[in-house]
């Protein structure tokens, strides 16, 4: 399944590569005439797409927030939202106004906050994000890739994002060896990050059906897949 990509920065929906977020610009897209982020999500909605993964760049940047973009636009289609949680109490917040909560190890401060969120509210709500850039996890945790496949194991989240951060808007396929590292997991399986569709035809063989695009299919370039 393909899960569209929305980055929101200053309530304005915009596209940009490998997190270089100071460099975003207004999302050009096939969906929408225009960046504003609750028409395309009108026009996701339309075009049969069963939820959206929103990714507020002001909150995660700790400058602002999009929350109630978000919410608005979780009323259109369900909303998997990262709004740069860094601990526990702000979870609910989150939850008040979209369906699911991303946890990610870009902004969460401590390696047990995670374990902490995950036994405190619903899993169905809870996605827990392992940001990579450069071959490494993006963030403060003091965690290595095993440390994390461990925390896997024992929490038992029901989706794992694995967003190669660093391939982000670039259309360059994925990191095979990183990914084979997570498969056999108990969970769902995310994949974020230069997704192409040969990616996905290669990857729906190992049994990985969940894909976060962004850039190449508000280009276009999945409009035949979808028969768009």
Request: charged share 25%.
């Amino acid at each position: 399944m393909i899960i569209p990509v929305i980055d929101l920065k200053n309530g304005e929906a915009v596209s940009g590569k490998s997190g270089n977020r100071e460099t975003y610009t207004p999302l050009k897209t096939v969906f929408s005439n225009s960046s504003e982020p609750i028409a395309i999500a009108r026009e996701l909605k339309k075009s049969g797409f069963l939820s959206v993964y929103i990714a507020d760049l002001d909150a995660i940047e700790g400058n602002n927030s999009n929350l109630k973009i978000a919410g608005e636009i979780n009323q259109i289609i369900p909303v998997m939202f990262d709004s740069g949680i860094r601990n526990s109490i702000e979870v609910q917040k989150i939850l008040d106004n979209v369906e699911k909560v991303i946890i990610a190890t870009e902004t969460i401060e401590n390696f047990d906050d995670i374990e902490l969120i995950f036994s405190s509210f619903p899993k169905q709500n809870l996605v827990l994000s392992i940001d990579v850039k450069d071959g490494n996890i993006l963030g403060n945790i003091k965690a290595d890739f095993n440390d994390i496949i461990k925390k896997i194991e024992e929490i038992k989240p029901l989706e794992v994002i694995l967003l190669d951060i660093s391939r982000v808007g670039t259309e360059n396929g994925v990191d095979h060896e990183l990914i084979n590292s997570f498969i056999g997991l108990d969970t769902d399986l995310i994949l974020g990050g230069g997704i192409t569709l040969q990616d996905i035809t290669e990857l729906l063989a190992l049994d990985i059906e969940y894909f976060l695009v962004g850039t190449a299919l508000h280009a276009g370039c999945f409009n035949n897949y979808f028969n768009l």
